[in-house]
């Protein structure tokens, strides 16, 4: 367990656990991630041995798209290799590697900046990433115990908004179409849609004067 002493934010909180670690892997897992009972830190263990220029390896969730390429089953697990960026609510890496050529501690960054920082590092370095497609994991986000507006909150978090834009949020945002196409692409149902703009355009309704 580690204090920083204030709040680094996702980016700047898994680095600075990351250089204070002692073993040989280093694991990032999101808070809304539910992992599978299924020894699925051995299997990405056993994958990054397995191939030696696997730079990490994640575990999907739904609704990211995997069988779009060849995949490999082995020694208990199968790894889908992605040429292109992947999504990494829940990824292993070597931490030597991590140390030599990832890490990104004094620099402060919004979330969602592991997949494009890690994604150039890798292909730079000539090395690989890959899905272990035999271990999926749940995602709190697309549970219906959560608040619908999740998402949203992680798109405004995305967009680089700052706490100073969010006062006066209620009385003019509005999801652009691209916006709704984005978490219609991250799982959200057309009836899950209709119940985000209609909350929405509840929040953002004046609140009644008081008397």
Same mark, same amino acid.
């Given at each position: 367990?580690?204090?920083?002493?204030?709040?680094?934010?996702? /980016?700047?909180?898994v /680095?600075y656990?990351f250089?204070r670690?002692?073993?040989?892997y280093v694991?990032?897992?999101?808070?809304?991630? !539910?992992?599978?009972?299924n020894?699925?830190?051995?299997?990405?263990?056993?994958?990054?041995?397995?191939?030696?220029?696997?730079?990490?390896v994640?575990?999907?969730?739904?609704? !990211?798209?995997?069988?779009?390429?060849r995949?490999?089953?082995?020694?208990?697990?199968?790894?889908?290799?992605?040429?292109t960026?992947i999504y990494?609510s829940?990824?292993?890496?070597?931490? #030597?590697?991590?140390?030599?050529?990832?890490?990104? #501690?004094?620099?402060?960054a919004?979330y969602?900046?592991?997949?494009?920082?890690?994604? #150039? !590092?890798?292909?730079?370095?000539?090395? +690989?990433?890959?899905?272990?497609?035999?271990h999926p994991?749940?995602h709190?986000?697309?549970?219906?115990?959560?608040?619908?507006l999740?998402?949203?909150?992680? !798109?405004?978090y995305?967009r680089?908004?700052?706490?100073?834009?969010?006062?006066?949020?209620? +009385?003019?945002?509005?999801?652009?179409?691209q916006?709704?196409s984005?978490?219609?692409?991250w799982?959200?149902?057309?009836?899950?849609?209709e119940?985000?703009?209609?909350e929405i355009?509840?929040?953002?309704?004046?609140?009644?004067?008081?008397?």
């Open positions: 367990m580690l204090d920083p002493g204030t709040n680094l934010g996702c /980016h700047l909180g /680095h656990a250089a670690s002692k073993g040989k694991v990032k897992l999101d808070d809304d991630i !539910i992992v599978p009972r020894d699925w830190l051995a299997a990405m263990q056993r994958a990054l041995r397995d191939f030696p220029d696997l730079a990490y994640s575990l999907p969730w739904s609704p !990211i798209r995997t069988g779009l390429y995949s490999v089953a082995q020694h208990g697990y199968r790894l889908e290799l992605f040429p960026r990494s829940c990824q292993m890496m070597r931490r #030597e590697l991590w140390a030599r050529h990832f890490s990104r #501690e004094g620099r402060r919004l969602a900046t592991f997949e494009g920082d890690y994604f #150039e !590092i890798s292909s730079r370095l000539g090395m +690989k990433r890959g899905y272990l497609v035999s994991v749940r709190l986000g697309r549970s219906n115990q959560t608040d619908l999740y998402g949203v909150w992680k !798109i405004l995305a680089g908004i700052t706490r100073r834009d969010l006062v006066g949020w209620r +009385k003019d945002f509005k999801l652009t179409p916006e709704y984005y978490l219609k692409q799982g959200y149902s057309e009836r899950q849609l119940q985000v703009k209609a355009g509840r929040l953002s309704r004046p609140a009644p004067k008081q008397r």
